[in-house]
C-alpha cells in the first residue's frame, strides 16, 4: 500500500470496522464476505489457518461456502478447477510443496481461462524441509499463466483478495489470480486493519457471478472443455491468454481505483516509497519492503536520496512502471527470498533488468541479493547494508560483485557434532528370543515371543531428547512394535509429528539411517532404497545383513495424501513393511481433519457450532484398503495391547523379509489436540479396543483373525465409554447430538459384524 498504517483510517464511502488481526484471518474475512461457492483445500502450514477460519465462521453461520477437504493438494485442485469450470466462485489457499504438488493443475485453470482466487502464503520449498516463508514456492508460479498479486501486508492481504475476483472474472481477463503473501511474516502477525461492517458492500463491488462463459452448468448447452488441440491451435489459444493476461495489468488500475473511491485505500501497480527523487533504491517483494522504509527515514536525515519500489503485481510484470520509476536511479539492489540456481541473479532480478533494457538512456547498476530463505529475518539492520552495497555500487560506478547470496555463513570445522552414542548396529538389536516359523499345514506364521521384561535390554531405535508432546503415543507404540524387529533396520519417516520431532538439524533422535521425504511420496521413495540396496549388494558393491527390515512410518495424514504411492508400493510387492500411527488427524499441521478422523469427532477443520457438530463422514479404514490390494500381511495394533503388537511387528518382519509388502496400523494418542489427559493414554486406546472402535486383528495371505475379541473376554463396552475420556468428543456425549452418535454406534458395529464374519469364514 502506498500509505502508512498510521494514516490507515479509511477515508472511503464505505463503514468500516477497525481491528487487529492476521493475514490468514483476513483472508479468510474477504473469503467469507464474498461467500464464495466452492473451497477445495488441504492443509499446509503456514495457510492452514485460512481453512480453519472459514470452519469456524462455517460453525458460527457466517458464511455458506461449500468446504471441500480434499485427499492432497493435487486434489484440492482438481476439486477447484471442476468447480471453477461450472461457472462457481471458487477460492483456495495453499503454500510451499502444496503448491508445487498441484503445479500440474495450475496451467490447466489458466489455459482454459476459468477464474478462480488462490491465496498462496509463501512458505520455503523443501528439501530439505523448512516451513517458514520465502518466495522460492511463488517463483514456480510465474510461468503458470496465472495472474498474481502481492500483499505486503494483512490490511493488502484483505484488499486484495477482494480485487482479485473482480480482476479474475472481468471479462478482458478471465483468468484465476494468485493473491501472495509472506508466511508466518504476514500470515499470522497482528497488525492493525479495517474490513467493511457489511458483506453486501464487498459483494456489491465484486458484482453478480458472470453466467455469459461457456460453464458447464447448463444441459441444454453442452460444452467440451478442453478438448485436445494441436499446434495451429494451441499457439492461437496461448497468444489469446498471453493477451488476457496483459490486460489484467490495465484491469487492476481500474479495480484499484474503483476500491479506493471505495475503502480510501490505494494500491497503485507499484508501491513507491520516496522514490520521487531518490538516486539509490532498493526492490523488495512483500514485508520485507515495509521493513525497509524505516531505513529510507533515516538515509534521507543524512542526505542520502533513497527509496524502496515494492510492486502490488507482478504477473503481469510492471516492466513499464518500472522503467519510470528508475530513471533517474544510479543504483538499485533488487532482494530476493528465492534464487533461480545458474541464472546468476534470481527471476526478478532478470525481469528488472530486461525492463531496463527498454529504455537506451537508463545507466542504473542492478545488485542482486538473495536472503531471507527459509523464513531468516530480515531485520532494518539488513536493509541498511543492502543499501551500503548499493551506495558503494553508485559511488564507485560498478558493482564489485553483481550477485551474491546475503546471510550466510562459512561452517566451523572445530565445531562439527560429534555423537553421543556409539552407533548401534546387527547384534545389538538381536535377542535371539524371538521365533518366527511356517506352520505348513495352517500357511501361518507361528510366533513365540518372551515375556516382554525380557526384550527390555533391547536398545530404543529412537534416542531420547525428541521434541514430541507430553503424553504423545507415536514413540511408545513404534518402540513397541520394533521390539519385534530383530537386527538392522532402514526407515523412512514421511513427514508428519514423528519426522519433525525427531530431527532438527543438525541434531537426531535416530539411531540407525533414517531417510525423509513428503507425504504423498514415502512409499514409492523407499521402494526406490530398498531395490537399489539389493541391486548394490548383488553386484558386490556394497555389503549389507541378509536380515536388514526396511520400514516407512507414516501418519498425520500421510494415507490420505500417501494412498496412492502406498497402493502402488503394495502392487509392486516390494518387501518393505508399512507402519500407519493414526492420531485420527493431520496433527503435525495443527489438528486438521484426516480421513481417519470418526464420524462427529472435532478437529480445526470440523468445528462444533450451531450449524455443524463435527465430521460429517464416516472415518476410511485403511487396513481393510490394503488388505484388498492381497499383500501377503495386514495388522491392526495397540501399544494398550503389548505381547500382541510385538508378535504383529515379528510377524511383519518375516513376512517382509520373504515374501513382500506388510501393512500395519496402530492407533496412538494425542493429548493435545484430542483435548485428553496425559494419564489416559493407554486407557485411551483399551478403551478404543474394548468398544470395537479400533479392532485388533491380522490378515495373513488373505485369512482374517481377530488376535483380540472383547466380547469372548467379556470386556466390551459401549463406544460412549471410549469417547467420554477425550474432549474432541465430548459434544457428542450430549442429548442434542444423540443422532451422530447412534449413527456412529451403528457404524462400528457394521464393521465389527463383517469383521467377526470374515473370522468365522476363510473365504470372506
Avoid at 499446434?231 to 491468454?241: A, W
Avoid at 516509497?273 to 523488495?284: H, I, P
Avoid at 504383529?648 to 489436540?673: F, S
Wanted: hydrophobic letters at 40%; proline letters at 4%.
Amino acid at each position: 500500500m502506498a500509505i502508512l498504517e498510521e494514516e490507515l483510517k479509511a477515508k472511503g464511502a464505505a463503514e468500516q470496522v477497525s481491528t487487529f488481526e492476521s493475514g490468514n484471518e483476513m483472508a479468510a474475512m474477504a473469503a467469507a464476505q464474498i461467500n464464495y461457492h466452492i473451497m477445495g483445500y488441504f492443509p499446509i502450514t503456514p495457510s492452514t489457518e485460512v481453512a480453519q477460519y472459514l470452519d469456524l465462521m462455517k460453525a458460527r453461520g457466517e458464511h455458506d461456502i461449500k468446504l471441500i477437504p480434499a485427499d492432497g493438494e493435487h486434489g484440492s485442485a482438481g476439486i477447484c478447477y471442476g468447480a471453477s469450470a461450472t461457472g462457481a466462485r471458487v477460492f483456495n489457499a495453499t503454500s510451499a510443496n502444496g503448491f508445487l504438488y498441484m503445479l500440474e493443475q495450475m496451467p490447466v485453470q489458466a489455459g482454459t481461462r476459468f477464474p478462480m482466487v488462490m491465496n498462496l502464503v509463501t512458505r520455503a520449498v523443501s528439501g530439505p524441509l523448512d516451513i517458514r516463508g520465502d518466495h522460492s514456492d511463488l517463483y514456480y508460479a510465474l510461468n503458470t499463466g496465472w495472474v498474481i498479486l502481492t500483499a505486503r501486508t494483512p490490511q493488502a492481504v484483505y484488499d486484495m483478495n477482494i480485487m482479485a475476483l473482480k480482476i479474475a472474472e472481468h471479462s478482458k481477463v478471465r483468468l484465476p489470480v494468485i493473491v501472495a503473501y509472506d508466511g508466518f511474516f504476514t500470515s499470522h502477525q497482528k497488525r492493525r486493519v479495517e474490513y467493511f461492517k457489511d458483506r453486501k458492500v464487498v459483494q456489491h463491488f465484486v458484482g453478480e457471478c458472470p453466467t455469459d462463459y461457456h460453464f458447464a452448468r447448463d444441459p441444454k448447452k453442452p460444452v467440451t472443455i478442453g478438448a485436445h488441440m494441436n499446434g495451429d491451435d494451441l499457439i492461437n489459444n496461448h497468444y489469446q491468454q498471453s493477451e488476457a493476461i496483459y490486460n489484467a495489468g490495465e484491469v487492476f488500475k481500474e479495480v484499484a481505483a474503483e476500491y479506493e473511491k471505495l475503502s480510501g485505500r490505494e494500491f497503485p501497480v507499484l508501491d513507491l516509497y520516496k522514490m520521487e527523487d531518490a538516486e539509490v533504491a532498493l526492490f523488495l517483494l512483500n514485508s520485507a519492503a515495509e521493513s525497509a522504509k524505516d531505513v529510507v527515514d533515516q538515509l534521507r536525515a543524512k542526505g542520502v536520496k533513497a527509496g524502496v519500489i515494492s510492486p502490488n503485481i507482478i504477473r503481469p510484470f510492471p516492466a513499464k512502471e518500472i522503467r519510470e520509476a528508475l530513471k533517474n536511479v544510479k543504483s538499485l539492489l533488487v532482494g530476493e527470498r528465492a534464487d533461480s540456481y545458474g541464472a546468476n541473479g534470481p527471476n526478478l532480478t532478470h525481469e528488472v533488468k530486461s525492463a531496463l533494457q527498454e529504455d537506451l538512456e537508463n545507466g542504473t547498476i542492478v545488485l542482486s541479493r538473495v536472503f531471507g530463505l527459509g523464513g531468516k529475518d530480515f531485520y532494518a539492520s539488513d536493509a541498511e547494508k543492502f543499501f551500503e552495497l548499493a551506495i558503494d555500487a553508485m559511488e564507485k560506478g560498478y558493482a564489485e560483485k553483481r550477485f551474491d547470496y546475503y546471510g550466510h555463513v562459512p561452517g566451523n570445522p572445530e565445531k562439527i557434532l560429534k555423537p553421543v552414542i556409539e552407533p548401534q548396529h546387527g547384534d545389538a538389536y538381536k535377542t535371539g528370543l524371538i521365533e518366527v516359523e511356517m506352520n505348513e499345514a495352517t500357511d501361518k506364521l507361528k510366533v513365540k515371543i518372551p515375556p516382554l521384561r525380557a526384550l527390555t535390554s533391547k536398545p530404543k531405535r529412537i534416542a531420547s531428547g525428541h521434541g514430541a508432546c507430553p503424553g504423545c503415543g507415536i514413540f511408545a507404540g513404534l518402540e513397541l512394535f520394533f521390539k519385534g524387529i530383530e537386527g538392522d533396520i532402514v526407515v523412512l519417516f514421511q513427514t508428519g509429528c514423528a519426522y519433525v520431532t525427531t530431527t532438527s538439524y543438525p541434531h537426531s533422535s535416530h539411531k540407525q539411517t533414517m531417510i525423509h521425504n513428503l507425504f504423498q511420496n514415502g512409499a514409492a521413495t523407499l521402494s526406490g532404497t530398498l531395490e537399489a540396496f539389493l541391486e548394490l549388494k548383488r553386484r558386490g558393491e556394497i555389503e549389507v545383513a541378509e536380515d536388514a527390515t526396511f520400514v516407512m512410518i507414516t501418519g498425520d495424514g500421510g494415507m490420505d495424501i500417501g494412498m496412492g504411492s502406498a497402493i502402488g508400493t503394495a502392487l509392486r510387492g516390494h518387501k518393505l513393511i508399512m507402519l500407519e500411527y493414526d492420531n485420527e488427524g493431520y496433527m503435525n499441521t495443527g489438528s486438521q481433519m484426516s480421513y481417519s478422523t470418526p464420524m462427529g469427532h472435532m478437529t480445526s477443520t470440523t468445528s462444533v457450532g450451531k450449524t455443524q457438530r463435527g465430521k460429517a463422514f464416516h472415518h476410511k479404514d485403511t487396513a481393510q484398503i490394503m488388505a484388498a490390494t492381497n499383500i501377503p500381511y495386514v495388522f491392526t495394533g495397540s501399544e494398550a495391547f503389548p505381547q500382541d503388537l510385538v508378535k504383529k511387528g515379528a510377524k511383519a518382519q518375516w513376512y517382509a523379509q520373504n515374501v513382500g509388502t506388510v501393512y500395519g496400523k496402530i492407533l496412538i494418542t494425542c493429548p493435545l489436540n484430542w483435548k485428553s489427559e496425559d494419564r489416559y493414554g493407554e486407557t485411551i486406546m483399551e478403551a478404543a479396543v474394548n468398544s470395537c472402535f479400533f479392532p485388533l486383528y491380522e490378515v495373513e495371505q488373505g485369512i482374517t483373525t481377530i488376535t483380540y475379541d472383547p466380547e469372548t473376554k467379556n470386556n466390551r463396552i459401549p463406544l460412549s465409554g471410549w469417547l467420554k475420556y477425550m474432549g474432541k468428543t465430548k459434544h457428542l456425549l450430549k442429548e442434542e447430538n444423540k443422532s451422530i452418535l447412534n449413527e456412529f454406534e451403528e457404524e462400528v458395529e457394521k464393521r465389527w459384524k463383517r469383521l467377526k464374519a470374515k473370522n468365522d469364514n476363510p473365504y470372506l
